[in-house]
């Protein structure tokens, strides 16, 4: 899985320990922050390709991250889907409640930068297959293209 590049997306507030955490993965990944909700809103609607995975904190800031979730799973599924939960701390009880409602995988810190890369890889992977079979699916078939006149 070597030289699978992932795009990956960071929303988290700066300076932060999830920011802090991935700095050492930057060099491997193409890699954008975010440093709220609206910025990262922001980000997955003006990306030109989407991004393979989107860490963000759980406890985000102002909006937080379920919050955040909420608003893509109606707005972006497709970004909803790739977003991946970093804990930096206790779960509270709500946090607990949302993680095991929603399919997505929660990361607690502190992660060794290897995990992370090797997460952001395999998600890549995963997520650029499902999208070529889906791809693959919405072609049409169209009968009767060849080269012969009738």
């Not at 930057?26 to 390709?49: L, T």
């Not at 997505?104 to 992370?116: G, S």
Request: include cysteine; proline fraction near 6%.
């Amino acid at each position: 899985m070597t030289g699978h590049r992932a795009r990956i997306l960071v929303v988290d507030q700066p300076q932060a320990t999830l920011s802090l955490a991935l700095e050492a993965v930057v060099a491997r990944h193409d890699v954008d922050f975010a440093r709220d909700a609206f910025d990262a809103i922001y980000r997955i609607d003006c990306a030109r390709r989407p991004y393979d995975v989107v860490f963000c904190d759980l406890a985000l800031g102002d909006v937080p991250g379920p919050e955040l979730w909420a608003y893509l799973s109606i707005s972006r599924q497709d970004a909803a889907e790739r977003m991946v939960f970093v804990a930096s701390g206790s779960l509270g009880s709500e946090a607990r409640a949302f993680l095991a409602r929603v399919p997505n995988l929660c990361v607690e810190l502190p992660v060794d930068p290897e995990a992370f890369d090797a997460l952001a890889r395999r998600l890549a992977v995963v997520r650029r297959s499902a999208w070529a079979a889906r791809l693959a699916k919405a072609q049409p078939h169209q009968p009767g293209m060849g080269t012969s006149r009738e």
